[in-house]
C-alpha cells in the first residue's frame, strides 16, 4: 500500500476531494477493530488486514488561527455595519462609491436588524466555542437565559462529539440574546440564530470589511470561519485569568464564575 495515497471522498467519482489522511486512519482503525474482533469470536483465523500501514499524515494545508482582540472588534463592528453600508453605496455614476443609494426605510430598518444578529451570531459563537452547525440547530428553548447561572443545552445528536453539554453564559451575552429574541418578536422561529448556508463566504466578507489582513508568506494564516474555536481559548487565556477557559470549551459542563464585562467583545 502506497502510504501517500490518495482516497476519494465518493468511490463512484475519482475526481471529489480525497480523504484526509488522518480520516484514512480512522477507517483502517476502526477496520482493524473488526478484524480483531472476529479472530477473537473465532469468526476468522487471522485477521487479514494485520499489516495494512497508515497513511502517512501531514501539516494540514490550510492552518487555521485565532482573532486577536482588535480583529475581534473590528468583525463584530463589520458584521454589524457591512449589509447597510452595501445598500446605501452607489455602484455608477458620478456617485459611485459613496453613501448616496436611495433605500427604502424599512430595507435600512431590516438590513440593520441582520446586521446586529450576525454580530451577536459571532459573539457567541466566540464566548462559547460552538461550531457553526451546533449553532445553527441550537433551539430557542436549549437557552436558559432567566436561570441563576444563565446557560445553553447542546444537544448530543447536534454535537460533533455526539455528548450532550452544557455551557454557560456570560450574563452580559445572556442578556444580549434576550435582547435579541426580544426583538424578533412574533417572527422568533424555532432557532436561535438564521445561520446563512454560504456562512463561510459570508464570513470571509466580514473579515475583508473589518481589513483582517491576508495571509502572506511566512506569516500568520488569515482568520477563518473554523478558526472561532481557537478564538474562544484564545480569549479565555489572553490577558484575563478571570475568565475561565472552561467556559469557553464545548466540553465544559458546569456553570461558572462570570467576571466583569470585556469590552473588546462588545462592537463600538
Known amino acids: 500500500m502506497d502510504r501517500t495515497a490518495s482516497m476519494p471522498r465518493d468511490p463512484q467519482d475519482p475526481k471529489s476531494l480525497p480523504l484526509a489522511a488522518r480520516t484514512v486512519n480512522v477507517h483502517r482503525a476502526a477496520i482493524l477493530a473488526l478484524c480483531n474482533w472476529c479472530v477473537t469470536e473465532r469468526r476468522l ?14 501539516e494540514p494545508a490550510r492552518k487555521r488561527r485565532a482573532l486577536t482582540e482588535e480583529e475581534i472588534v473590528r468583525l ?14 452607489v455602484r455608477r455614476g458620478k456617485n459611485r462609491g459613496k453613501p448616496l443609494a436611495n433605500v427604502r426605510q424599512e430595507v435600512k430598518d431590516h438590513l440593520r436588524r441582520l446586521g446586529r ?63 435579541h429574541l426580544g426583538d424578533l418578536g412574533d417572527d422568533a422561529g424555532e432557532f436561535v440564530f438564521d445561520v446563512p448556508s454560504n456562512f463561510t463566504r459570508v464570513f470571509d466578507a466580514d473579515l475583508a470589511a473589518a481589513a483582517c489582513p491576508e495571509p ?27 475568565w475561565p477557559a472552561a467556559a469557553c470549551r464545548p466540553e465544559a459542563h458546569a456553570p461558572q464564575r462570570y467576571p466583569p464585562d470585556d469590552e473588546h467583545l462588545h462592537p463600538p
Not at 45 to 58: H, I, Q, S
Open 216 to 242: 502572506v508568506e511566512g506569516a500568520s494564516p488569515r482568520p477563518t470561519a473554523r478558526g472561532g474555536r481557537w478564538t474562544s481559548t484564545a480569549c479565555a487565556t489572553r490577558s484575563r485569568p478571570s
Open 45 to 58: 483465523t487471522t485477521n487479514p488486514l494485520a499489516g495494512l500501514p497508515k497513511a502517512e499524515e501531514v
Open 117 to 179: 444578529e450576525r454580530a451577536l451570531l459571532y459573539r457567541f459563537m466566540i464566548m462559547t466555542g460552538l461550531r457553526k452547525g451546533e449553532v445553527a440547530t441550537l433551539p430557542v428553548s436549549g437557552l436558559d437565559l432567566d436561570a441563576e447561572h444563565p446557560c445553553v443545552h447542546i444537544e448530543g445528536r447536534h454535537a460533533k462529539s455526539g455528548r450532550s453539554a452544557v455551557l454557560p453564559l456570560r450574563r452580559d451575552l445572556a442578556e444580549a440574546l434576550r435582547r
Open 76 to 89: 463584530l463592528a463589520a458584521a454589524k455595519e457591512r449589509l447597510l453600508t452595501e445598500a446605501l453605496t
